[in-house]
């Protein structure tokens, strides 16, 4: 087949989300522990993981809800000392894989275009963009809230087809989430490749939309594939 | 007189906030130039100390209103570069004067208890507190809205010197604001310092109680008058 585009998830695609994610998580409970909160690290990392899952990613006030957890007082310098820990943690994660950007410039060499289809708020992932030294690689950027839904909806797929002018015969989609980039991606036609990392949890495939045409270790084995 | 606590103002006291908004909004709107805003910079900085004049430091769409003011369409990509360019100057420019840390530690020597008065929302300014290092330094943080009010309300003041167990007649206001720092302390019976650096606009006492006690260059010179 020729193929004339590449779109692309973000988180767990073009860098490592799970290991920041844990990193950051750790470093801020270990830093709200510093400055008072009464807890086990362990535990309370286990407690926030819940608080994110059951308060959702762009909740303000996991913080607060973890401090509550142990049943004491608002604190809101215990509450800035996760912050800056999460941060801090957060920036030095924030770069691609090392596989990223070769792969996108080789991409680029070939006169393919190149997409993203991410979910989350458009701000925040175009922050990530931004911090990832991504910002002018893109020739369209779909973000689901900005069309009011989410992956695997294949309306965010056929949006960037339309942005990049290319057919779904044409195009790869690449992903890390079988229920959400591969089901997606594959009801709009398009061919799917899953990146499988190491640090991430492979999830079987739930329905037949699930199974992608193609499964690799990294971004790089893409070139294999054109 | 001896003075046993000596209290101080956060933002242009115990670092250089008006360096840091200068330059952090300069790197803010070139970026969002280099990100497809179509303004002049001195213009657009210039929109923007409006906007955030307006709308208040703690609003959280300034960058927003500087695309609508200029008849563009929401841009979540030139938002998010103003946001990224704006906090690494923050983080790069939030450090304490040279004369904060060597001051605060000859004041512990002396077992001078120190303190905080402060105007802003707890978290943030707690979040300023740990990112300049002086986490540990303070005996007592007062932030103004903890008490739904703001300097010069004399109840703030008061309310350290409680949490110092210290008394207004042995104790010492350390701010650059006659018309926040000086008057509230003031009216509280505390002595007052007005730090004057030379990037700060001097603004004229416009009561009795606005003429600070004494009048010093930098903080280093606050171990003279003890």
Redesign the interface.
Known sequence: MEIKAVLFDIDNTLYDTKTLAVNARRNAVKAMIE?GLKADVDEAVKKLKKIVKEYGPNFDHHYDKLIESYRMQPN??I???G??AYHATKIAYLVPYPQTIPTLLKLKERNTKIGVVTDGL??????K???LGL?HFFDA?V?SE?LKTRKPDEKLFTHALEKLDAKPAETLMVGDRVDKDIQGAKKAGITTVQILHPEIEKKRPQNELQYPDYVLGDLSELLEIL
Chains 1, 2 share one sequence.
Do not use: G, S, T, Y
């Not at 458009?122 to 922050?127: G, L, R």
């Open positions: 400055a809101p310098r509450v800035a000392a912050i800056v458009p701000v925040k992932q175009w922050e963009i931004i911090r910002q950027v973000i900005e």
